[in-house]
Protein backbone atom coordinates (compact mmCIF):
# COMPACT_ATOMS: atom_id res chain seq x y z
CA UNK A 1 0.00 0.00 0.00
CA UNK A 2 1.40 3.09 -1.24
CA UNK A 3 2.50 6.16 1.64
CA UNK A 4 -0.44 8.33 0.72
CA UNK A 5 -3.33 5.17 0.85
CA UNK A 6 -2.04 4.58 4.00
CA UNK A 7 -2.11 8.28 5.31
CA UNK A 8 -5.91 8.15 4.29
CA UNK A 9 -6.72 5.04 5.68
CA UNK A 10 -5.28 6.38 8.76
CA UNK A 11 -7.12 9.44 8.44
CA UNK A 12 -10.20 7.94 8.14
CA UNK A 13 -10.06 4.97 10.85
CA UNK A 14 -9.27 8.25 13.31
CA UNK A 15 -12.44 10.15 11.73
CA UNK A 16 -14.70 7.21 12.17
CA UNK A 17 -13.16 6.53 16.06
CA UNK A 18 -14.15 10.75 16.50
CA UNK A 19 -17.70 10.25 15.57
CA UNK A 20 -18.44 7.76 17.28
CA UNK A 21 -17.53 9.02 20.63
CA UNK A 22 -18.67 13.26 19.28
CA UNK A 23 -22.25 14.23 19.63
CA UNK A 24 -23.99 17.73 18.72
CA UNK A 25 -26.91 18.62 20.67
CA UNK A 26 -30.25 18.54 19.20
CA UNK A 27 -32.33 19.31 22.01
CA UNK A 28 -32.21 22.18 24.74
CA UNK A 29 -34.64 22.62 27.51
CA UNK A 30 -34.08 24.64 30.29
CA UNK A 31 -36.81 26.53 32.45
CA UNK A 32 -40.13 26.85 30.89
CA UNK A 33 -38.77 24.68 28.02
CA UNK A 34 -39.73 21.74 30.28
CA UNK A 35 -43.57 23.03 30.02
CA UNK A 36 -43.55 23.21 26.17
CA UNK A 37 -41.10 19.87 25.32
CA UNK A 38 -43.68 17.31 27.76
CA UNK A 39 -46.81 15.84 28.28
CA UNK A 40 -48.67 15.70 31.45
CA UNK A 41 -49.60 12.18 31.93
CA UNK A 42 -52.92 11.93 33.89
CA UNK A 43 -52.78 8.13 33.98
CA UNK A 44 -53.37 5.06 36.99
CA UNK A 45 -49.95 5.11 38.18
CA UNK A 46 -48.95 1.81 36.53
CA UNK A 47 -46.35 0.58 39.47
CA UNK A 48 -49.36 1.11 42.14
CA UNK A 49 -48.66 3.80 43.88
CA UNK A 50 -50.82 6.23 46.83
CA UNK A 51 -50.20 8.91 44.05
CA UNK A 52 -52.68 10.92 41.92
CA UNK A 53 -51.18 11.81 38.76
CA UNK A 54 -52.76 15.52 37.80
CA UNK A 55 -53.32 17.06 34.42
CA UNK A 56 -51.57 20.59 33.73
CA UNK A 57 -54.37 23.02 34.37
CA UNK A 58 -54.12 20.90 38.19
CA UNK A 59 -50.28 21.14 38.56
CA UNK A 60 -51.04 24.61 37.66
CA UNK A 61 -53.07 25.80 40.08
CA UNK A 62 -51.80 23.44 42.79
CA UNK A 63 -48.06 24.61 42.09
CA UNK A 64 -46.58 21.52 41.15
CA UNK A 65 -45.26 22.59 37.99
CA UNK A 66 -43.67 25.53 37.38
CA UNK A 67 -40.14 27.33 35.86
CA UNK A 68 -38.42 30.70 37.29
CA UNK A 69 -35.74 31.76 35.18
CA UNK A 70 -33.10 28.05 34.35
CA UNK A 71 -35.21 26.45 37.53
CA UNK A 72 -37.87 23.84 36.12
CA UNK A 73 -39.89 22.82 39.44
CA UNK A 74 -41.57 19.32 39.34
CA UNK A 75 -43.40 18.08 43.31
CA UNK A 76 -46.22 16.75 45.09
CA UNK A 77 -48.40 18.07 46.94
CA UNK A 78 -47.74 18.17 50.81
CA UNK A 79 -50.37 20.74 52.26
CA UNK A 80 -53.06 17.97 52.13
CA UNK A 81 -53.86 15.29 54.61
CA UNK A 82 -55.40 12.69 52.47
CA UNK A 83 -58.67 10.17 53.12
CA UNK A 84 -58.09 6.73 53.24
CA UNK A 85 -60.64 5.97 50.60
CA UNK A 86 -59.73 8.82 48.40
CA UNK A 87 -57.29 9.33 45.70
CA UNK A 88 -53.56 9.45 46.42
CA UNK A 89 -51.28 12.72 47.02
CA UNK A 90 -51.44 14.79 44.11
CA UNK A 91 -48.07 14.51 41.82
CA UNK A 92 -46.59 14.98 38.35
CA UNK A 93 -45.92 12.37 35.93
CA UNK A 94 -44.28 13.74 32.62
CA UNK A 95 -43.33 12.57 28.89
CA UNK A 96 -41.09 14.15 26.52
CA UNK A 97 -43.28 14.86 23.34
CA UNK A 98 -40.10 13.83 21.14
CA UNK A 99 -38.94 10.13 21.03
CA UNK A 100 -34.91 8.98 20.79
CA UNK A 101 -33.43 6.24 19.48
CA UNK A 102 -29.35 6.21 19.75
CA UNK A 103 -28.27 9.34 21.64
CA UNK A 104 -26.73 11.21 25.16
CA UNK A 105 -28.83 12.76 27.58
CA UNK A 106 -27.40 14.90 30.43
CA UNK A 107 -29.69 16.04 33.38
CA UNK A 108 -27.84 19.15 35.21
CA UNK A 109 -30.33 18.53 38.67
CA UNK A 110 -29.77 20.68 41.70
CA UNK A 111 -32.57 18.47 43.87
CA UNK A 112 -34.25 15.45 43.60
CA UNK A 113 -37.26 14.31 45.65
CA UNK A 114 -36.87 12.83 49.09
CA UNK A 115 -38.41 11.89 52.20
CA UNK A 116 -40.07 8.41 53.40
CA UNK A 117 -42.43 6.96 51.13
CA UNK A 118 -40.97 8.72 48.05
CA UNK A 119 -39.81 6.73 44.62
CA UNK A 120 -38.55 9.31 42.18
CA UNK A 121 -37.24 8.73 38.91
CA UNK A 122 -35.91 10.05 35.76
CA UNK A 123 -36.34 6.62 32.87
CA UNK A 124 -37.13 6.31 29.40
CA UNK A 125 -39.25 4.30 28.16
CA UNK A 126 -40.84 2.40 24.53
CA UNK A 127 -44.46 2.49 23.83
CA UNK A 128 -44.41 -1.55 23.76
CA UNK A 129 -43.40 -2.07 27.10
CA UNK A 130 -41.34 -4.33 28.04
CA UNK A 131 -40.90 -5.10 24.29
CA UNK A 132 -39.03 -1.59 23.46
CA UNK A 133 -37.15 -1.71 26.88
CA UNK A 134 -36.42 0.68 29.62
CA UNK A 135 -33.98 2.00 30.97
CA UNK A 136 -34.10 3.76 34.68
CA UNK A 137 -31.67 6.83 34.95
CA UNK A 138 -32.43 8.17 38.40
CA UNK A 139 -34.37 5.97 40.72
CA UNK A 140 -34.45 5.07 44.37
CA UNK A 141 -37.02 4.65 47.04
CA UNK A 142 -37.81 5.93 50.78
CA UNK A 143 -34.53 8.54 50.49
CA UNK A 144 -32.39 5.44 50.38
CA UNK A 145 -29.39 5.50 47.94
CA UNK A 146 -27.26 5.48 46.06
CA UNK A 147 -28.67 5.81 42.75
CA UNK A 148 -30.11 2.37 40.50
CA UNK A 149 -29.52 2.42 37.03
CA UNK A 150 -31.76 -0.37 35.41
CA UNK A 151 -32.52 -1.76 32.14
CA UNK A 152 -36.05 -3.74 31.79
CA UNK A 153 -36.51 -6.06 28.70
CA UNK A 154 -38.35 -8.92 26.91
CA UNK A 155 -36.22 -12.21 27.33
CA UNK A 156 -33.10 -12.44 25.55
CA UNK A 157 -30.97 -9.95 27.28
CA UNK A 158 -28.42 -10.79 29.78
CA UNK A 159 -25.71 -8.84 30.82
CA UNK A 160 -22.06 -10.34 31.46
CA UNK A 161 -20.91 -10.94 35.14
CA UNK A 162 -17.86 -8.80 34.65
CA UNK A 163 -17.79 -5.38 32.93
CA UNK A 164 -16.41 -1.72 32.98
CA UNK A 165 -18.31 -0.01 35.39
CA UNK A 166 -17.43 1.59 38.76
CA UNK A 167 -20.78 0.64 39.94
CA UNK A 168 -22.37 -2.74 41.38
CA UNK A 169 -24.48 -4.98 39.38
CA UNK A 170 -27.87 -6.26 41.58
CA UNK A 171 -28.58 -8.85 38.11
CA UNK A 172 -27.72 -9.73 35.05
CA UNK A 173 -30.46 -10.95 33.51
CA UNK A 174 -32.54 -7.63 32.18
CA UNK A 175 -35.78 -10.13 31.36
CA UNK A 176 -38.83 -8.69 33.52
CA UNK A 177 -40.88 -12.15 33.34
CA UNK A 178 -38.31 -13.67 35.16
CA UNK A 179 -37.14 -11.08 37.38
CA UNK A 180 -40.04 -10.12 38.61
CA UNK A 181 -40.00 -6.65 37.21
CA UNK A 182 -36.58 -6.26 38.92
CA UNK A 183 -34.25 -6.12 35.98
CA UNK A 184 -30.73 -6.12 35.49
CA UNK A 185 -29.82 -3.59 37.72
CA UNK A 186 -26.29 -1.35 38.90
CA UNK A 187 -26.10 0.25 42.11
CA UNK A 188 -24.27 3.34 42.01
CA UNK A 189 -20.55 3.40 44.80
CA UNK A 190 -21.14 7.03 44.81
CA UNK A 191 -23.37 8.32 47.92
CA UNK A 192 -23.78 11.86 46.51
CA UNK A 193 -26.31 10.36 43.85
CA UNK A 194 -29.07 9.97 45.51
CA UNK A 195 -31.28 11.63 48.00
CA UNK A 196 -30.69 14.31 51.08
CA UNK A 197 -26.97 13.70 50.23
CA UNK A 198 -27.39 14.75 46.23
CA UNK A 199 -28.92 17.45 47.47
CA UNK A 200 -26.67 18.84 50.43
CA UNK A 201 -23.97 18.84 46.85
CA UNK A 202 -26.19 21.34 45.06
CA UNK A 203 -26.82 18.17 42.98
CA UNK A 204 -24.91 17.00 40.05
CA UNK A 205 -25.03 15.54 36.51
CA UNK A 206 -26.82 12.80 35.42
CA UNK A 207 -26.06 11.56 31.23
CA UNK A 208 -26.85 8.40 29.32
CA UNK A 209 -25.17 7.48 26.44
CA UNK A 210 -27.19 4.87 23.97
CA UNK A 211 -26.11 3.10 20.77
CA UNK A 212 -26.03 -0.29 19.34
CA UNK A 213 -23.16 -1.50 20.96
CA UNK A 214 -23.93 -0.38 24.78
CA UNK A 215 -25.85 1.89 27.32
CA UNK A 216 -23.79 3.61 29.26
CA UNK A 217 -24.11 5.79 32.59
CA UNK A 218 -22.38 8.54 34.60
CA UNK A 219 -22.83 10.68 37.43
CA UNK A 220 -20.78 14.07 38.61
CA UNK A 221 -21.88 15.75 42.26
CA UNK A 222 -21.25 19.28 41.67
CA UNK A 223 -18.49 19.02 44.49
CA UNK A 224 -16.28 16.95 41.99
CA UNK A 225 -13.78 18.98 41.11
CA UNK A 226 -12.85 16.55 37.52
CA UNK A 227 -16.27 16.71 35.88
CA UNK A 228 -15.53 17.19 32.14
CA UNK A 229 -16.22 20.43 30.57
CA UNK A 230 -18.47 19.86 27.97
CA UNK A 231 -21.12 18.21 30.74
CA UNK A 232 -20.93 21.34 33.31
CA UNK A 233 -21.07 23.86 30.61
CA UNK A 234 -23.78 21.74 28.62
CA UNK A 235 -21.83 21.89 25.58
CA UNK A 236 -23.08 22.28 21.89
CA UNK A 237 -21.12 18.85 21.90
CA UNK A 238 -19.97 16.84 23.44
CA UNK A 239 -17.60 13.42 23.42
CA UNK A 240 -18.08 10.81 25.85
CA UNK A 241 -14.65 9.18 25.21
CA UNK A 242 -13.45 11.52 27.74
CA UNK A 243 -16.11 11.30 30.52
CA UNK A 244 -14.02 8.15 31.73
CA UNK A 245 -15.53 4.73 32.92
CA UNK A 246 -19.12 4.91 33.52
CA UNK A 247 -20.87 4.49 36.70
CA UNK A 248 -23.40 1.83 35.25
CA UNK A 249 -22.62 0.18 31.70
CA UNK A 250 -24.64 -2.58 29.95
CA UNK A 251 -22.50 -4.20 26.50
CA UNK A 252 -24.58 -6.30 23.71
CA UNK A 253 -22.68 -9.10 24.66
CA UNK A 254 -25.69 -11.17 25.05
CA UNK A 255 -28.17 -8.40 24.88
CA UNK A 256 -28.84 -7.38 20.82
CA UNK A 257 -30.17 -3.36 22.42
CA UNK A 258 -30.86 -2.83 18.48
CA UNK A 259 -34.15 -5.15 18.72
CA UNK A 260 -34.65 -4.70 22.48
CA UNK A 261 -34.89 -1.19 22.23
CA UNK A 262 -37.27 0.86 20.42
CA UNK A 263 -37.42 4.24 19.94
CA UNK A 264 -37.82 5.84 23.84
CA UNK A 265 -39.83 8.68 25.58
CA UNK A 266 -38.50 10.45 28.88
CA UNK A 267 -40.15 10.06 31.91
CA UNK A 268 -40.36 12.34 34.68
CA UNK A 269 -42.33 11.38 37.69
CA UNK A 270 -42.74 11.48 41.48
CA UNK A 271 -44.90 8.40 42.98
CA UNK A 272 -45.16 6.79 47.06
CA UNK A 273 -45.42 3.45 48.20
CA UNK A 274 -46.33 1.16 45.15
CA UNK A 275 -44.41 -1.92 43.77
CA UNK A 276 -41.08 -1.08 45.22
CA UNK A 277 -41.36 1.59 47.60
CA UNK A 278 -44.03 0.26 49.85
CA UNK A 279 -42.64 -3.57 49.04
CA UNK A 280 -38.77 -2.10 51.37
CA UNK A 281 -40.75 1.01 53.32
CA UNK A 282 -40.74 -1.12 56.78
CA UNK A 283 -36.89 -2.16 55.78
CA UNK A 284 -36.04 1.35 55.27
CA UNK A 285 -36.06 2.95 58.79
CA UNK A 286 -39.80 4.71 57.89
CA UNK A 287 -42.37 5.47 60.28
CA UNK A 288 -45.55 2.89 60.27
CA UNK A 289 -46.65 1.84 57.19
CA UNK A 290 -46.12 3.75 54.06
CA UNK A 291 -49.97 4.25 52.67
CA UNK A 292 -50.77 5.89 56.18
CA UNK A 293 -47.69 7.64 56.11
CA UNK A 294 -48.46 8.86 52.79
CA UNK A 295 -51.74 9.68 53.83
CA UNK A 296 -51.21 11.58 57.19
CA UNK A 297 -48.32 13.77 56.70
CA UNK A 298 -47.86 15.97 53.85
CA UNK A 299 -45.60 18.36 55.53
CA UNK A 300 -43.33 15.65 55.18
CA UNK A 301 -43.24 15.83 51.64
CA UNK A 302 -42.24 19.45 51.45
CA UNK A 303 -38.41 18.49 49.95
CA UNK A 304 -40.38 16.43 47.80
CA UNK A 305 -39.50 18.17 44.31
CA UNK A 306 -37.15 17.93 41.65
CA UNK A 307 -35.05 20.88 40.72
CA UNK A 308 -33.74 20.97 36.95
CA UNK A 309 -31.35 23.58 35.41
CA UNK A 310 -31.34 22.10 32.47
CA UNK A 311 -31.34 19.28 29.66
CA UNK A 312 -29.40 18.68 27.18
CA UNK A 313 -29.78 16.05 24.17
CA UNK A 314 -27.24 15.00 21.84
CA UNK A 315 -27.35 12.96 18.53
Same mark, same amino acid.
Given at each position: ?????????????????????????????? $??? =?????? %??? #??? +? @??????? !??????????????? $??? =?????? %??? #??? +? @??????? !????????????????????????????????????????????????????????????????????????????????????????????????????????????????????????????????????????????????????????????????????????????????????????????????????????????????????????????????
Amino acid at each position: MGVIATVFLHLLLVTQVVFAVSYSQTDSHT $GSG =FLSSFS %YEA #IPD +P @THGRVNY !VDATKAASENLTYAS $GNH =FILRAD %YKK #ILS +P @TGPGRDS !VRLKSNKQYLNSVMVFSLRHMPVGCGTWPAIWTVGANWPNQGEIDILEGVNNVGPDQVTLHTSSGCTMPSSRSQTGTSLGNNCDVAVTNNAGCGVKLTDTRSYGTILNSKGGGWFAMERTNNFIKVWFWSRADTNVPSDVTSGATSVNTDGWGTPDAYFPDDSCPISEKFGWHNIIINLTFCGDWAGNVYSQSGCPGTCVDYVNNNPSAFQDAYFDFEWLKIYG
